[in-house]
């Protein structure tokens, strides 16, 4: 959720607790603030068992970062310098998987992938995921390939003029025949 998500959020609980104090009954509160009705009942309980002070926010939800407040800005100037600086000179992608292992390198502090991919998605970065692709290949070789067997191997669609396309279900157990044989129904 975003800053001004949760902000309008903390505004609209603000509201129903003025709601709640002036005695109008969760059901009201929650047509009158276009939240659901579930959402009001947990935040009645709230202000009756702590007041005004339970509906408060306590900040974002999740883990805290695990970076110093410095660190996530040396993290940045890494990234820019790209993969291979930092050893991985097969190509110039950061994968998640990639952040993770530099993370632990420069700052000693363990993340997860998925962390990892949080924290880049917070500095404005996006965990990349390389195509796969063999390094040896040889191109002349596959465009022969693709122009002779392939041709020879594919099949040939079937034609237009003949086909329909209509939805089926099965037919109800009145309209079918007792029999199976066409000499059982003689």
């Known amino acids: 959720m975003t800053a001004a998500g949760r902000e309008r959020r903390e505004a609209v609980r603000m509201q129903a607790a003025g709601l709640f104090e002036q005695g109008i009954k969760p059901p009201e509160v929650a047509q009158r603030l276009r939240v659901s009705r579930k959402s009001v009942y947990q935040w ?5 068992d702590g007041g005004v002070r339970a509906l408060a926010s306590r900040g974002p939800s999740g883990s805290r970062c695990r970076l ?32 993770a292992t530099l993370i632990g390198r420069k700052f000693q502090v363990s993340y997860s992938v998925s962390g990892a991919t949080g924290l880049m998605h917070r500095l404005g970065f996006s ?60």
């Open 68 to 99: 110093s407040s410095r660190c996530p800005e040396k993290l940045v100037a890494y990234l820019e310098q790209g993969p291979a600086a930092h050893g991985w000179v097969e190509d110039q992608v950061w994968t998640a998987a990639r952040v």
């Open 44 to 48: 009645y309980q709230l202000w009756r």
């Open 127 to 186: 965990p990349q995921v390389p195509a796969p692709r063999v390094t040896d290949r040889d191109e002349r070789a596959v465009t022969v390939w693709k122009e002779a067997t392939w041709a020879e191997a594919k099949e040939p669609g079937r034609p237009a003029e003949g086909t329909s396309a209509s939805r089926t279900r099965q037919a109800s157990p009145a309209g079918r025949p007792r029999c199976v044989l066409e000499a059982d129904c003689g």
